[in-house]
């Protein structure tokens, strides 16, 4: 079945889920949900030559979280910019912690590709995956056998903060303080990342973070290393943060 043929599958399946409930569950003995699984089969396997941007339509554009991890899984295999690209681009979306957090892990198996670069510059977004996107970026440079660098970010998990209730007011006042040893790296992505970071941050649990007052450099470098990726951050609306 083609990506073309899956979209037609599941605008059909969405409409099912629209239909009163006595309606649906009659629908359920229908190939409606064998197509479902075919979808999610078809996402996780992608055939050699696949064109990432066809999986915009399940990671971006729907609400179904299942179908946007198994996308995930499906790029995690294809890898290359793109895939940066387009998952970064889900990290900037709030909504589904659940796809998300695996969003995050699938960018971790992505170093080679710029992934550090992308998980680090989007790190001050949002305060519920700011661990995880240094756990991400932890395994990614171990994948790299960059120890020392990994070292730095261990360092800063050891002193995690335990959630709770005022989880993003303490982290207020400690992640000026992560940010200056995350600074101090001889890995260029994270360098850079980190530095875009502090320009692109969410000022409501950012605010301590010292705005660099230059940022061509690291611009140059990410256009460089994955281009386009400056262009998707840009896109970013903090706004649905606040």
């Known amino acids: 079945m083609t990506l ?3 979209y037609t599958t599941l605008t059909n399946y969405l409409r099912e889920l629209s239909l009163p409930t006595i309606i649906r569950q009659k629908a359920k003995s229908s190939n409606i949900f064998k197509d479902r699984q075919d979808i999610i089969s078809n996402l ?17 554009n729907s609400h179904d979280q299942q179908l946007q991890k198994s996308a995930i899984s499906g790029l995690e295999k294809i890898g290359g910019h793109k895939v940066i ?9 709030p909504w589904g912690l659940g796809a998300i ?9 992505l170093a080679c590709d710029g992934s550090i670069l992308a998980v680090s510059a ?8 700011y661990y995880d996107k240094l756990e991400a970026l932890y395994k990614a440079l171990i994948s790299l ?8 970010i261990s360092s800063v998990l050891d002193q995690r903060l ?6 993003n007011h303490k982290l207020i006042k400690i992640v000026h303080r992560d940010i200056e040893r995350l600074s101090e790296t001889n890995n260029e992505d994270l360098k850079h990342g980190v530095k875009l970071s502090c320009f692109f941050s969410n000022r409501c649990w950012a605010e301590m973070v010292q705005v660099p007052n230059y940022i061509d450099d ?20 903090l706004t649905k943060w606040s």
Request: aromatic share 6%; glycine share 6%; net charge negative.
């Open 145 to 152: 056998e960059n120890e020392g660098t990994a070292k730095i």
């Open 218 to 237: 690291s611009i140059e470098y990410a256009e460089s290393r994955v281009p386009g990726l400056i262009a998707t951050i840009q896109q970013l609306d």
């Open 122 to 129: 989007t790190l001050l977004v949002d305060y519920r995956t």
């Open 44 to 60: 996780r396997n992608p055939t050699a030559g696949t064109n990432p941007e066809s999986y915009r339509l399940f990671l971006i």
């Open 4 to 6: 073309s043929e899956l």
């Open 85 to 93: 690209l387009l998952l970064t681009e889900r990290l900037l979306n």
């Open 162 to 167: 335990n959630p709770g209730l005022d989880f």
């Open 101 to 109: 957090s695996r969003t995050i892990k699938g960018l971790a198996k």
